[in-house]
């Protein structure tokens, strides 16, 4: 996840009607009824979140090994939940790189997608950014393999989203966004996981590129986001709506035109240019997690119980959308 604004609003003439704001916001007005969720496993999340940040480090673009290391990891464990698993390699500069990619429900027809990038931005733990989301992706593997969906779900492991590749063709969710237009595959939505387990109560502890965002969103960072471009409010509504009735923990969103810094800061991006709905999920990064892309961002620094949450409601998200 680059360092930029990830959490975004749109700023507003004063003569903007409050459906505008509405838009933007996503606010959801009533109570939450809950929906029975599968339970998730904290206690697997924080394994695959050391392995990942404790055993295959550094994970960056000059450390192929490891990477391989890891996406080996990441197949033996689709694996054994259940997927049908593949490998879609590439070279970039004279490197094979890969993608792994597990399937859920049918084998053909429209599906869904969920990613999460594994490569780390230089040679830090990098727990969060992005073993988190690689350790969701995982435990949403699990979920999906107990009752399998109706519509074909589609887990896909990226290396390369972080620089030099970042925002280039080179990028592993680039590479698959691609060969999915190529085969005139149909997307219902794509969906990044990217960094989904910072989170703290503490007053002021979220952190705002504008200062108009703090009469939208909370100052404590214990929320979870849902990020898509105007054009597609509808794609994250039903995300957000899916999400809050899974758990307890606060959800928020926000939709934003691509050109305004953060809102395609990560593997997203690559389906919409392809022109596939996507959005991102994330814990805001930088705005909130003071670790972010330092040695400091370990695994002792997340909060597993309320990852678990995040991760019922991507899964009660799928259930939706298939």
Known sequence: MRARSLFIAVALP???SIAGTCYVVQPMAGGRAMSPAPAVSAERLEAHVRALSEEFVPRDYTHPQNL???????????ERAGGRVSVQDFDV?????????????????ERIVVGAHYDAAGPYP??????SGVAGLLELARLLSAAPPGTRVDLVAFPL???????????????????????????????????IGYFTDAEGSQQFPLAVLKAFYPSRGNFITVIGKLG??????????????ASPLPVHSINAPRWVPGVDFSDHASYWDEGYAAVMITDTAFYRN????????????????RMAMVVQGIHAAVLRLA
Request: net charge positive; aromatic share 6%.
């Open 14 to 16: 004063a003569s903007a």
């Open 68 to 78: 391989n290391r890891a996406a080996a990891y990441i197949r033996d464990e689709l």
């Open 93 to 109: 500069r004279g490197t094979t790189y890969r993608n792994v990619v597990a399937s859920f429900g049918p084998e053909e027809g």
């Open 126 to 131: 990098a727990a969060d950014d992005n073993a």
């Open 161 to 195: 989203e972080e620089p030099p590749f970042f925002r280039t063709g080179h990028m592993g969710s680039a590479v698959h966004a691609r060969s999915l237009r190529a085969q005139g595959v149909k997307v219902r939505l794509m969906m990044s996981l990217e960094m």
């Open 232 to 245: 597609q409010a509808s794609a994250v509504r039903r995300v957000k709506r899916a999400m809050r009735k």
């Open 290 to 305: 003071p670790h972010y892309h330092t040695a400091r961002d370990t695994a002792d620094t997340l909060d597993y119980a």
